[in-house]
């Protein structure tokens, strides 16, 4: 059983700066034909300072924690069990290359169906710039396969 | 910043463009894995994957939700993205091409704005839906 003493525990905060070449890879990987993602002068010519970060990056991003393994471990939940449950992505401001994001995570609840044969965590991650603004809050549910 | 104009009379009802991938491979899992920094082994790693009980290795949930990413970002732009969610209902196999849609479903004013919530999904060639969620973009 997940320890719900854990409800509202903060992770250890981070800053993660956003590279050029991770984003061009992620737009190939994907199939993303837009220029914008992957060209610096398409970018310039749409407006932006440099290559977005496209909607879902930021998820890839959270997960270069220094210590990816915090929650898991601190919850004693094995990687072979879980699953992805629900994503959401709420967006406060763009975020482009050269840019330095910080992550601020927060175990916003964990609960359990089927008797416990499944538990769920919800991560609430509230993500800032090098500036101080909100760039977006991500919600993700995590889903624990027991037995 | 240059804005892709957005047709003034956008209904509830109206469809993005959709588009079907090719067939999910081992190879497309291994780009993403190195892409987005997911180093779960469950979705490269047969023998990983078998001794956590599953039949063989399967796509990433977020290599599909970046697939609607996709279908927003080509419908307007993405700074025009106020909110945008799925649930992950099923699992996402090996082989199965993915066809990624959308429909708007309600046109509102929210913060000065005028925005529409659309409905999207992703679906293999059966039709069985794999990811579900909504979205919000700002219309002007």
């Known amino acids: 059983m997940l320890d719900r003493q854990y409800i509202g525990h903060r992770l250890q905060p981070y800053s993660v700066p956003v590279e050029a070449g991770r984003l061009r890879f992620f737009a190939k990987a994907v199939g993303e034909p837009n220029p914008i993602y992957r060209d610096e002068a398409a970018a310039r010519l749409a407006g932006h300072p440099s290559l977005p970060v496209p909607p879902t990056f930021l998820f890839c991003l959270e997960m270069e924690s220094p210590d990816p393994g915090e929650m898991r471990r601190l919850l004693g939940v094995d990687i072979a069990r879980i699953l992805h449950g629900e994503q959401r992505f709420t967006y406060h401001a763009m975020a482009h290359a050269g840019d330095v994001l910080t992550f601020e995570q927060r175990i916003a609840d964990l609960y359990d169906k089927k008797g416990g044969a499944l538990e769920f965590i919800v991560r609430e991650t509230r993500v800032s710039n090098q500036r101080g603004e909100h760039v977006a809050d991500l919600h993700c549910v995590t889903v624990v396969r027991n037995g | ?140």
């Open chain 2, 1 to 140: 910043m240059k804005l892709q104009s957005i047709q003034p009379g956008i209904q509830p009802g109206e469809t993005l463009p959709p588009f079907t991938t090719e067939p999910i491979s081992r190879h497309l899992l291994a780009m993403y894995l190195g892409a987005s920094g997911d180093l779960n082994p469950i979705h490269v790693d047969i023998d990983f994957a078998r001794k956590a009980g599953m039949p063989d290795v399967f796509a990433h949930g977020m290599l599909s939700m970046a697939w609607l990413g996709r279908l927003l970002v080509n419908w307007v732009p993405q700074e025009r993205i106020r909110d945008f969610g799925v649930r992950f209902t099923a699992i996402t196999q090996l082989g199965e091409r993915i066809t990624c849609s959308g429909t708007v479903t309600e046109v509102f004013e929210a913060d000065g704005e005028r925005r529409a919530r659309l409905s999207i999904q992703t679906a293999n060639e059966q039709g069985q839906v794999k990811l579900s969620g909504d979205a919000v973009v700002a219309l002007s």
